[in-house]
């Protein structure tokens, strides 16, 4: 199967252009690879951003507590803390 581009243009005669064909297409180690990256990347400056967002609310804050408080911000996920995606919850024993 063709490699499928994040942001490919498809037009009505192309046969990617078919909804479950694109589902099913199985993108390449090296895409893999490279969203993988994009994610750590995105999760790296998402911890930046909070870190100096923690410094502009807590000016007198020592960079220990800074470390403290976004280690606890890290640990409470305040807006996910049922999990990002959408479905019922379960213990991460399931998975063990």
């Keep these: 199967m ?5 942001h490919a243009e498809l037009t009505d005669g192309d046969p ?3 909804d479950r064909t694109l589902r099913t ?7 893999l690879r490279d969203r ?7 999760f790296e400056l998402g911890v930046e951003m909070m ?7 807590h000016p007198d ?9 976004l280690d606890a911000w890290l640990l409470e996920r ?12 379960v213990p991460l024993e399931r998975f063990r």
């Design 2 to 6: 063709p490699d499928v581009e994040p």
């Design 16 to 18: 990617r252009s078919d």
């Design 25 to 31: 297409a199985k993108p390449s180690a090296e895409t």
């Design 36 to 42: 993988l990256l994009a994610t750590f990347e995105m």
């Design 51 to 57: 870190a100096a967002n923690l410094r502009r609310r």
């Design 61 to 69: 804050a020592s960079p220990e507590e800074i470390e403290r408080l």
């Design 78 to 89: 305040p807006g996910a803390e049922e999990g990002d995606g959408p479905g019922v919850p």
